[in-house]
């Protein structure tokens, strides 16, 4: 996980390069080559996952001890059974005592110590889609793949991220959220909050199995809390994303960015760092982020000829300069060819594009 990422402002990215990298749990089958065109809700890979574990106590359900249970048993360890499959069987002078499987699948194990029966349902087919239009540059191990596209990037102000994937899931339009409110059903999403959050709800959605948080806020406080719990530790096995729209404190997320994310509800994003700053940023695809776009884009105001703009973000940060030209660019090396660029010019004279979202009027 990368240290503490500071951006001056959130900004929305319009239209940038970004090379996703989708995974599969664990080494499978990668249906795509290099080269290929993909789209967004294309399978791209697929691999079988184990299935729910079922707990059975087989000496209570056979009346016996539980020692005694391995001389009934019908089936091995491991072996595959059908449902109605006679697992256990006992013959006396009473007649015959049974336990069949209730369902199909494997006989996993037995614990003589407790009289306790797992057995494991069939294998599931995981199907791992595209999430972006785009094409195809890598291929890692028939695990991961790599898929050059573009897209709308939203920038938070500061963030912790691991590069993770999953549907955002907007709570509620409550400004207020507690841990109650982070349950199963939150799992591999990434969960939005409108307000703040603190370090128990960072906590509870490390639990839950929550891919990343998006939030309005958090006291500084709070986030050392974070922290000092191994946050920022690469080998923490608890990591999780988080992404401040709006800084420390107790602030609501902007109304423009808070109704951007309402309507793109259960769509398939990722969370990475992004750009030369390598700034946390939420990367949407294009296919279902396009028309929602257009509301943020009107509230970037245009720069006009010879205006004073503040650099807020790159190696020239604080830095004063004057537009050269109030139109837009096109093309960046590593931000793409649609990326939206302005020509500006130094104090010390030295002219430069940067990204849009790097730039504020200054007054």
Partial sequence: MANMIRSSVSALVH??????????PKPGDILVKPGETVNVSQIVGNCDMPGDKAFFNLAMIMGVSSRSIPRYMQVQIGQEVEVGSVIAQKKNWRGKRFFRAPIAGSVESYNVK????????PPICYMLEAGFDGEVLEVHDQQMVDIRTTAHVLLGCFGLIKPSQGKIQVLSEDSVIEEKHIDGGCCDRIVVSKGAINFAIIRRAMSMGVKGLVAGSISAREFHKYVSAGGLSPDSENQLSVIITEGFGDYQMRDEFWDYLVTLNGVTAMMDEVGYEKEAAIVLPLEYSKDNTRKLLKQITPFKKNQLVR????LNYGKLAKVVSGRMLNGDELYGETAEMIL????????????????????
């Fill in 15 to 24: 239209k940038a390069d970004y090379i996703a990298r989708r995974s599969l």
């Fill in 114 to 121: 407790t009289g306790e029966l797992i057995m494991r349902r």
């Fill in 311 to 314: 650099v807020i973000a790159g």
């Fill in 344 to 363: 500006i010019k130094l104090e010390n004279g030295l002219e430069t594009a940067m990204p849009r979202w790097n730039l504020e009027a200054y007054q």
